[in-house]
């Protein structure tokens, strides 16, 4: 029997040997036109599918150029703007309204929106002792895995979970949508006492209440929020509910759900691409910079030397050395992106209440510079803007909401688009998504064991 030490010893020896042989030469994928991360030379992605849950708009064709354009976003044919201007002006929240426009494409009335909302508040509930049976064993500081791991297990309380006729699967959804903030706050009180020793904190969701409020209530000691804070929260939902359909998570469902599979493992499939610190983790790596530039900087108004901290990150030379300003470009966006345009109007106000002007205003400067740094020193295909990502950390941390619970917030948020993407797929699925692979293999003589 070997030894702990001799079984790492091999993994590591085997690892060395996938590193050696599994590269692949960049050359053969221009040779034999592959699109590496399903994207051009441009970064425009390859077209996999059609969609009428959103768009992404970032050029147009001028004088038959293709030419980059301020960003826009539309839900069902609605421009985002004008969704978040119409909640603003009413004083309301939007989440559910919006919630109702992704899933069956219109804008409600006020009945149907009085029914939506019952339906949700009907679907906020648990299994009997779930809470303590799933969420509260073997807690994880990831709170992803904590959430995968209560979504499938809610499969086997389902008598139906394989069925995916889509008045089945909308109810699947509807109950998702409504128990994705429990989930996931009762496994950050979990892990904040089993894992930290800290007290524990189980509330019960109001009906009467907004997903935002509901979810600042769950998380919170006292319950206690204000409406500003409650109102930036479900602004931010709302920003992060649909990203054109082109997005990992959102093209993981469509992938997973056209092999025909349950729901759960679907939702599950989803969260696993959103944890990447490439997709939804990326607000959680923009924190981390700036609490390594103020480190870093002894005087963070001054903007030489916050300027000369952002060539060291593109020199690989600071904070994680990956040689990126975190928050900075999209894959789609070039000139701006409107998610980070309509979040800074209300980050400002939010950092007035919270007596952060000052972190507001080192926000707002690097928005300025990173892209100034990264023309400079980079040879870049389309301009470069400050991202969603760029300001929503920024936020959940004057929310006081931990950085364990960004990226669930994210999927609070997404598994709305998800669940408008799967009966999308459901309603219009023929086929299975098989992308084909080239092979670069070379072909190779068997020998026997004795021989090698």
Not at 50 to 68: A, F, Q, R, W, Y
Not at 178 to 201: F, I, K, Q, T
Request: glycine share 6%.
């Amino acid at each position: 029997m070997i030894k702990n030490q001799d079984f790492m010893d091999n993994v590591q020896e085997w690892a060395d040997i996938c590193l050696n042989d599994e590269r692949i030469d960049l050359e053969l994928y221009d040779k034999y036109d592959v699109k590496r991360g399903l994207r051009d030379k441009n970064g425009n992605g390859v077209v996999a599918g059609l969609t009428k849950v959103s768009k992404i708009e970032s050029n147009k064709i001028v004088d038959g150029v293709k030419t980059p354009c301020e960003g826009k976003l539309f839900y069902r044919g609605y421009n985002i703007y004008d969704l978040i201007g119409g909640v603003v002006r009413d004083n309301r929240y939007g989440y559910e309204e919006i919630a109702y426009l992704l899933l069956f494409g219109e804008l409600p009335n006020a009945e149907q929106m009085m029914r939506f909302r019952e339906s949700l508040a009907f679907s906020r509930k648990l299994p009997t002792n779930f809470v303590r049976d799933v969420v509260m064993k073997a807690p994880s500081k990831d709170m992803m895995i904590s959430l995968s791991k209560s979504i499938l297990t809610l499969a086997s309380y389902d008598d139906q979970a394989w069925d995916i006729s889509i008045p089945n699967v909308l109810r699947q959804s509807l109950m998702l949508i409504s128990v994705m903030p429990m989930l996931a706050v009762y496994g950050y009180h979990a892990y904040n006492h089993y894992e930290r020793d800290e007290s524990m904190y189980i509330h019960r969701p109001d009906e009467n209440l907004s997903t935002a409020e509901n979810l600042l209530r769950l998380l919170r000691p006292d319950k206690k929020y204000s409406e500003v804070e409650a109102h930036v929260l479900d602004l931010a939902l709302i920003l992060h509910m649909e990203h054109g359909g082109g997005n990992n998570s959102t093209f993981t469902t469509h992938v997973v759900t056209s092999s025909g599979t349950d729901t759960y493992s679907v939702v599950s499939a989803a969260l696993a691409s959103l944890k990447g610190p490439k997709h939804g983790g990326a607000n959680i790596k923009v924190v981390e910079m700036m609490k390594d530039l103020r480190k870093e900087v002894s005087d963070t108004k001054d903007r030489d030397a916050v300027e000369d901290y952002l060539k060291r990150l593109l020199h690989k030379d600071a904070f994680d050395k990956k040689g990126l300003i975190y928050g900075m470009g999209h894959a789609v966006y070039s000139k701006s992106d409107p998610r980070a345009e309509i979040f800074k109007r209300f980050v400002k106000q939010l950092s007035e209440e919270k007596g952060r002007e000052e972190d507001f205003e080192l926000y707002s400067m690097i928005e300025e510079l990173g892209p100034k740094v990264i023309s400079e020193e980079r040879k870049i295909y389309k301009g470069v803007s400050a991202n969603v990502d760029f300001y929503s950390g920024f936020v959940y941390s004057m929310l006081d909401i931990p950085e364990e619970m960004f990226t669930p917030i994210f999927a609070i948020a997404r598994i709305v688009g998800w669940s408008a993407h799967r009966i999308e797929e459901l309603i219009n699925m023929d086929k299975i998504i098989r992308p084909a692979y080239t092979s670069v293999m070379k072909e190779e003589v068997y020998r026997s064991l004795d021989e090698r």
